[in-house]
């Protein structure tokens, strides 16, 4: 399956809207050309094909005459990794030029693991309308996943049943927050089909995924799922011991006792500037610290290892650490600029919905941002096959 080429784009543009066509006059709005990407994503037709979104032609296909302008193709590039759109979208966003009209053309391809979600409502095209799935037809779309190409953390365990989730927990914290309320409220599935939905359930078995977020023991089934914290008194690890705890549990709750340990272990001095005005400032941007060992648990890898991630707090610094290297599109080099590919699409989707990544692709900028205005040095980043490595030196 591939994108289209231009002379293909031509024809598309020159047909009428239907299931695999839409035209916008312009991107004002953003809630309908999420729901379009997001129909177009989940293919209810099975065509197998892209659909594609035509920004700056109006519904006869006459050009609207819009400045095609590189912060228009960033926002509608920026569409795909927001977090509105569960899991992420594959699409492409070019400025195209046909029979002398400029415009915007988003490709998206057929999601592998579909429905996907925007804000919580699975939205499919019907002919040249997009619409809310029913619960019948995110049945159609669940039922044509590939089992081949999910991911580790979306593979079933076989092993495992439903009595190895808390599903009273499932019901009252996860789904509210994952799907619309008045979707929930309409719904009369079974708790199996709602979570087969949502990705967490295959075949019967629960998914890596759903134990780690949601299991009655997580560790049992992933004995890596973990977060090691070491409070060291001095600047080696040699050093004495102030504080050690391993944050075990569901995933909420290591990320919450995590942030809590962050917060304690934060010093703020104070600065008398004037007479009346006194500047407080911590040794660490608490943001900073927070969005980075959100990294190191969302982007490790749970697969042939058994190894926590580390949070080393020093005298003079912290070290985050994250078994297994780095995955997909991202090297070095682009890992600066913001690209950012997911080695766990499912672990990611519920801390995005848990309210622990709210902007994807976003951590390690904010980060460095919230150093430089806290007057830290940028963190130091090391790479190898095994882990990724990031180290926070404090204030000067």
Not at 64 to 83: K, P, Q
Not at 100 to 126: E, S
Request: net charge negative; aromatic share 6%.
């Amino acid at each position: 399956m591939t994108f289209y080429t231009d002379s293909e784009i031509a024809a598309l543009l020159a047909s009428s809207e239907s299931d695999l066509v839409e035209r916008k006059r312009s991107a004002s709005d953003s809630n309908a050309i999420r729901r379009n990407i997001c129909a177009f994503a989940n293919d209810l037709p099975a065509r197998g094909k892209p659909g594609v979104l035509f920004v700056g032609v109006e519904d006869d296909g006459s050009c609207s005459n819009i400045d095609v302008t590189d912060e228009l193709l960033r926002n509608l590039a920026l569409m795909r990794s927001d977090g509105s759109i569960q899991p992420f979208p594959t699409m492409t966003v070019d400025q195209k030029t046909v029979n002398g009209c400029d415009m915007a053309v988003v490709q998206v391809m057929p999601a592998t693991n579909p429905p996907l979600r925007y804000k919580g409502r699975a939205w499919i095209k019907v002919g040249p309308t997009v619409q809310q799935a029913s619960p019948e037809e995110e049945q159609r779309l669940v039922e044509r996943r590939v089992a081949g190409q999910r991911s580790f953390d979306m593979r079933p365990v076989s092993d495992a049943s439903l009595d190895d989730l808390d599903l009273e927990y499932v019901s009252a914290t996860y789904l509210p927050s994952a799907v619309a309320r008045e979707v929930l409220e309409q719904n009369q599935r079974p708790l199996p089909q709602q979570l087969r939905s949502l990705r967490l359930l295959h075949q019967g078995l629960p998914a890596l995924g759903a134990l780690i977020a949601f299991g009655r023991d997580p560790q049992y089934w992933a004995p890596g799922a973990y977060v090691q914290f070491l409070r060291i008194a001095g600047v080696s690890l040699t050093d004495p011991i102030k504080n050690s705890k391993e944050l075990t549990g569901k995933l909420e709750d290591v990320l919450r006792r995590l942030q809590e340990l962050i917060e304690i272990n934060i010093s703020v001095s104070s600065d008398v500037v004037t007479h009346a005005r006194e500047v407080r400032k911590p040794d660490y941007p608490i943001e900073a610290l927070r969005q980075l060992s959100a990294n190191a648990v969302m982007h490790r890898s749970y697969e042939n290892t058994n190894s926590p991630s580390r949070v080393y707090w020093y005298d003079d610094r912290v070290e985050i650490q994250s078994p297994g290297g780095l995955y997909g599109n991202v090297t070095p080099t682009n890992i600066h600029e913001g690209v950012t590919d997911y080695r766990n699409p499912l672990v990611a989707e519920i801390m995005h919905h848990l309210g622990f990544a709210q902007r994807f692709g976003l951590g390690i900028q904010l980060a460095k941002t919230r150093l430089k205005d806290n007057g830290n040095p940028p963190p130091e980043f090391s790479f190898s096959l095994t882990h990724v490595s990031v180290v926070v030196r404090g204030l000067p």
